[in-house]
């Protein structure tokens, strides 16, 4: 039974040593084999046959030969090496990953006799968990190396892991969170409503899908320090779907987000710029000078308007004689704001005003809290306009004449920025330029437009002083004829006189007037002034118009109260006589005509009011220039040369005064109207006329060049019973009033050698000068002429031709 079983155990063993996968062998303590069975023939390829009796070595690599010895003196020891893993060599040189265990074996004795070994190729094994490893460590190396934070939970939602990254977002060490719940490590809140954020493990816990992190999202560190992140969650699930855990990625966007925010400003303002220069651009090319002000003026306020994203603008004229700002061109203002804007000086309460004062521009960023607007009308016209916001640039020429003002006005309180500001004065620089611009072709187009009148005056008035000359000198010619084919005494010998007489005056007249503007106009003349009362004057002249019969049927009322100026009193009535000259000349025979004089405060007004042929309203503006006439009555009885008007303005004006014509129009008369300053009266003792009355005889020098004219002289004075004798040689004069007894000398002026100026002072210097009556004789009418003679010691001065009658008269 016992051999039996003896048998019958070895062939079990036997079976399962040759059905093991894993190699068995035995060896002695030597390491010789003893025993090797099929497996260990297919896992190191030598058979049996080739291994029995061999030393166990044979299957071991080199460097682990001493591993042999180790074991057997373990073994030998009775210890059990288990599952030692080793490397050993196959038949074929590959080497093999084994697992092996190590037993003593007994004999019956329990003597050690060999060692029973089983190895278990373990080379898959060992490649699987090495792949494994790499696996895991690649897996590491990446969730380390990714540029997110990551960071994994179980499925209760404590952390199992994070990446250097969640570590340092969170401030927290993979070795302090691990284990903690991740609301304890992820602390988020939302950005804008700073209320917690559920935390995303629940909701992927909870719902078992991915999930992504609000916007806004703000992570606190452990130290406190806020980020904002973006995130995704998602369930780590078994391959039967279960859940085990939670991965969480999330990154920074702080920095994204504020580059985003930066990146969209620039953009926008980049957009915003390219649009305003876009317009610019365009404006300015369309600004050719049109002539037109208004079109392109709203062209650039649009484009201020809108580059600067104002609600509302004006761009205002600067007026060049007053000063003063006008709108011009305007967008979305109320008819209140208009009104009440509608001229604006310096220094006024609103922006504009103050930009004009101070030559810059002026920002108001808030009208309801601007001082500048404290309590005004102003400030409530603005407000009421919706205006809380203005800035007003000057408008300057490049000659820096300030032409206008840009004004952009804003609903809400605003400061414009430097962009706005830059644009603006680009702006104001095209508007300024522009408007210079138009106002230089203007201004040359009027001043051309006056050159072509002013030719065109002097043309009618070449036409007009021929016309006038030639008048009188057709009728001097005429009545000489007259004079050469009748007697001497005849009747029509006196008419053709008289005639002569007339037109020579007439000639005469109209030379004075045009020596007289032009000596006038050229500021040649001094004034001979002193106090005078001109209610006086206009007595004079008015009667002097009496007694001449030039008045005809026209009635003169005169309300004249004495008023005092400070003039010259041949001057002023020059003035007079002109005025009313005028005002009879356009007057029908039986019109009316008034003078006032009277005092206006510190002003004295004379005022020659006629209800003549009036004034049409296209001449009046002109009335005073030199050579402006109307139209003249065809018959032209009463001759002129346009002058009489421009000689009373710049005579008005060298007394400090000044002129004005009204009248209603054609055929409702007209007035002029002087004004003077008033003086305070400083009444003159008028010298007593001392004329002795009757005829008186007189024994008369005269010197005179002209021998015809001397002749003529000399015989009427001697006709009219006076002792005359002549001359014309001024020193020859002189000896005669220093030899003879003379009452009077007539002494003409434009003299050759020496002339009568100096002659009058010798004569008067001389023998019997002081007692000498003397009379220059001129050609020169003019006042400066006459002053100049009374000064060289002449009593009176006679303008040829000259009248007899006078001259007679002032004789006595
Ligand atoms: P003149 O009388 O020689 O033409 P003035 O300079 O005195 O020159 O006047 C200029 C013009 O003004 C006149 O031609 C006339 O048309 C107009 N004028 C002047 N005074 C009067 C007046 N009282 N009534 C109407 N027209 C007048």
Same mark, same amino acid.
Request: hydrophobic letters at 45%; glycine letters at 6%; a negative charge.
């Given at each position: 039974m016992s051999v039996y079983r003896e048998d019958q155990g070895r062939a079990l063993l036997r079976a399962i040593v040759d059905g093991s996968d894993d190699a068995i062998v035995t060896k002695t303590l030597e390491g010789i084999v003893t025993s090797w069975n099929p497996a260990a023939e297919r896992i190191f390829g030598y058979t049996a046959d080739e291994m029995v009796g061999q030393p166990i070595t044979r299957i071991f690599p080199p460097s682990r030969i001493v591993e042999e010895a180790e074991f057997l003196h373990r073994l030998a020891k009775g210890q059990h090496i288990s599952h030692y893993e080793t490397v050993r060599v196959r038949k074929n040189g590959r080497s093999l990953d084994v697992s092996v265990t190590l037993s003593p074996l007994r004999d019956a004795n329990g003597r050690i006799v060999g060692v029973s070994k089983i190895a278990r190729d373990i080379t898959e094994r060992k490649r699987f968990e090495a792949a494994e490893r790499a696996q895991a460590e690649w897996r590491r190396v990446m969730l380390a190396s990714i540029g997110d934070a990551l960071i994994a939970t179980d499925a209760r939602g404590q952390i199992t892991y994070m990446n250097p990254v969640a570590e340092s977002l969170t401030g927290w060490r993979l070795e302090d969170a691990a284990g903690r719940p991740l609301a304890e490590v992820f602390r988020i809140v939302n950005e804008q409503t700073r209320q917690t954020v559920e935390s995303p493990v629940d909701r992927v816990l909870r719902e078992g899908a991915i999930v992504g992190l609000a916007n806004h999202t703000?992570?606190?560190?452990? /130290? &406190?320090?806020? *980020? !904002?992140?973006?995130?995704?969650?998602?369930?780590?699930?078994?391959? /039967? #779907?279960? +859940?085990? #855990?939670?991965?969480?990625?999330? *990154? /920074?966007?702080?920095? *994204?987000?504020?580059?985003?925010?930066?990146?969209?400003?620039?953009?926008?303002?980049?957009? =915003?710029? !390219?649009? #305003?220069?876009?317009?610019?651009?365009?404006?300015? +090319?369309?600004?050719?000078?049109? &002539? /037109? $002000? =208004? &079109?392109?003026? $709203?062209?650039? !306020?649009?484009?201020?308007?809108?580059?600067?994203?104002a609600d509302m603008g004006n761009i205002q004229l600067r007026g060049a004689r007053t000063g003063l700002l006008e709108i011009g061109v305007q967008r979305g203002f109320t008819t209140e704001f208009l009104e009440f804007f509608a001229s604006v000086g310096a220094h006024e309460g609103s922006a504009c005003g103050a930009a004009l004062g101070a030559g810059q521009r002026v920002v108001v960023a808030d009208v309801a809290q601007e001082p500048l607007f404290a309590g005004t009308e102003a400030r409530e016209v603005l407000l009421r306009a919706g205006v809380r916001a203005v800035q007003s640039t000057p408008l300057r020429s490049l000659s820096g004449e300030m032409v206008g003002m840009l004004s952009t006005h804003y609903r809400q309180p605003r400061q414009p920025d430097e962009r706005d500001l830059n644009l603006l004065d680009v702006l104001a620089r095209l508007a300024a330029d522009y408007i210079e611009r138009v106002r230089t072709e203007r201004e040359a187009a009027v001043t051309r437009a006056a050159l072509e009148a002013a030719d065109r005056t002097k043309d009618d008035f070449l036409a007009m002083l021929g016309h006038e000359l030639r008048n009188p000198l057709g009728a001097i010619v005429g009545a000489l004829g007259v004079l050469n084919t009748v007697g001497n005494e005849t009747e029509p010998a006196e008419q053709a006189r008289a005639v002569i007489d007339r037109q020579a005056r007439q000639l005469s007249h109209l030379v004075d007037d045009l020596l007289d503007v032009s000596r006038v106009t050229a500021g040649k003349v001094v004034l001979a002034r002193r106090s005078l009362d001109l209610a006086k004057v206009v007595a004079g002249a008015v009667q002097t118009l009496h007694a001449s019969g030039r008045l005809d049927r026209r009635q003169v009322a005169v309300d004249a109260s004495p008023t005092w100026v400070d003039g010259d009193e041949g001057r002023m009535e020059q003035v007079l006589l002109n005025l009313l000259g005028n005002a009879i000349k356009y007057t029908p025979a039986d019109g009316r005509i008034a003078v006032r004089v009277f005092s206006d405060g510190s002003t004295a007004v004379l005022e020659v009011a006629d209800d003549g042929i009036g004034i049409p309203p296209d001449l009046l503006p002109k009335i005073f220039d030199v050579f402006v006439q109307g139209d003249r009555p065809l018959d032209r009885a009463q001759g002129g040369l346009g002058l009489g008007l421009t000689l009373v303005r710049a005579l008005a004006t060298m007394h400090g005064g000044a002129v004005d014509a009204r009248s209603e129009g054609a055929g409702k008369g007209s007035i002029f109207t002087v004004r003077l300053p008033c003086v305070t009266p400083v009444p003159r003792n008028e010298p007593v006329d001392s004329k002795p009355s009757g005829t008186v005889r007189h024994r008369i020098l005269l010197i005179e060049d002209n021998e015809d004219a001397r002749a003529m002289l000399k015989l009427l004075l001697m006709r009219r019973g006076h002792e005359v004798h002549d001359t014309g040689d001024a020193l020859t004069g002189v000896a005669m009033a220093g030899a003879l007894e003379f009452d009077v000398a007539l002494i003409d002026l434009g003299l050759p050698g020496l002339d009568g100026y100096e002659a009058a002072r010798r004569i008067r210097a001389g023998r019997n000068g002081q007692s000498l009556r003397l009379i220059a004789l001129t050609g020169y009418g003019q006042v400066e002429d006459r002053r100049r003679a009374l000064e060289a010691g002449f009593d009176a001065h006679h303008t040829k031709p000259i009248s007899l009658d006078d001259l007679l008269e002032q004789l006595g």
């Open positions: 703000a992570l606190f560190a452990r /130290d &406190g320090q806020e *980020r !904002l992140i973006d995130d995704s969650a998602a369930p780590i699930l078994t391959e /039967d #779907g279960q +859940t085990i #855990g939670v991965v969480l990625v999330f *990154r /920074d966007v702080s920095v *994204r987000r504020r580059v985003e925010a930066e990146s969209a400003a620039v953009r926008n303002e980049l957009a =915003h710029r !390219l649009a #305003g220069l876009t317009q610019l651009a365009a404006v300015s +090319t369309r600004l050719v000078p049109t &002539g /037109d $002000l =208004h &079109g392109p003026l $709203l062209e650039i !306020l649009d484009a201020a308007i809108r580059i600067t994203q």
